[in-house]
C-alpha cells in the first residue's frame, strides 16, 4: 500500500483569493501497470458564482469557499520505466460549503445552502521516482443556492481544474 500526498494550486478560478487543493490518497496496485485508490481532496475558493436577481441579492465571494471530496480512483501507467506518464479516472462525493448570501445594500447576512454533489474526476501527469506532476479536472455538476425558505438566489457552478506535486510515501520503487 502507498499514500500519496498531493498539495497544488487551482487554474482559471473567478476568486479574488487564491485557489487551493490538497489531496491524501491511499493506494493499492492491482497490476504493474494499474492502480485502484481513496482520494481525500479538499478545495478551496474553486466555486464561480451567478446570481438569479443581482438588484436583490449579493453573494459573498470574497470568502474563502471550499468543497471536500471523497473520489474512488483508478490509474493506468503507460509504461514500466522509471519516469511513467499516466491516465486516471474516478467517481466519488464532493461536499459543498455554505455560501454568505445577503439583500442587496443589507448587513444581514443568510447562509445560502447547496446540495452536495455526485462528480467525476479526470487526470494525467507523470511520475519520476516517487514525486508526481499531474493536471487533474473535477467534474462536479452546478448546483442551485437557497436561503432559508428554499428559495433559490443563484448558481454555483463547482467543477475546478488543478496543478499538483505529489510525493509517496511507502511502497517505495526500486
Excluded at 31 to 48: E, H, P, T
Excluded at 122 to 149: C, H, Q, S, V
Amino acid at each position: 500500500m502507498k499514500l500519496r500526498i498531493e498539495p497544488g494550486v487551482l487554474l482559471k478560478t473567478k476568486s479574488e483569493n487564491i485557489g487551493l487543493m490538497l489531496n491524501v490518497e491511499p493506494k493499492i496496485e492491482i497490476s504493474y501497470n494499474s492502480v485502484i485508490g481513496l482520494r481525500f481532496g479538499i478545495s478551496v475558493n474553486s466555486q464561480k458564482f451567478e446570481t438569479n436577481n443581482s438588484s436583490q441579492f449579493f453573494i459573498d465571494e470574497e470568502n474563502d469557499n471550499a468543497v471536500i471530496s471523497f473520489v474512488s480512483t483508478f490509474d493506468h501507467y503507460l509504461n514500466e520505466n522509471y519516469n511513467r506518464p499516466y491516465l486516471g479516472i474516478g467517481i466519488g462525493y464532493y461536499l459543498l460549503s455554505p455560501i454568505d448570501v445577503s439583500f442587496a445594500g443589507s448587513q444581514n447576512i443568510l447562509e445560502g445552502t447547496v446540495k452536495n454533489q455526485l462528480g467525476l474526476l479526470l487526470r494525467g501527469g507523470f511520475e519520476l521516482g516517487n514525486t508526481r506532476l499531474g493536471l487533474e479536472y473535477n467534474f462536479i455538476p452546478k448546483a442551485d443556492i437557497k436561503i432559508p425558505g428554499d428559495k433559490a438566489v443563484g448558481i454555483v457552478n463547482n467543477s475546478y481544474f488543478g496543478l499538483s506535486i505529489g510525493f509517496t510515501i511507502g511502497g517505495r520503487k526500486s
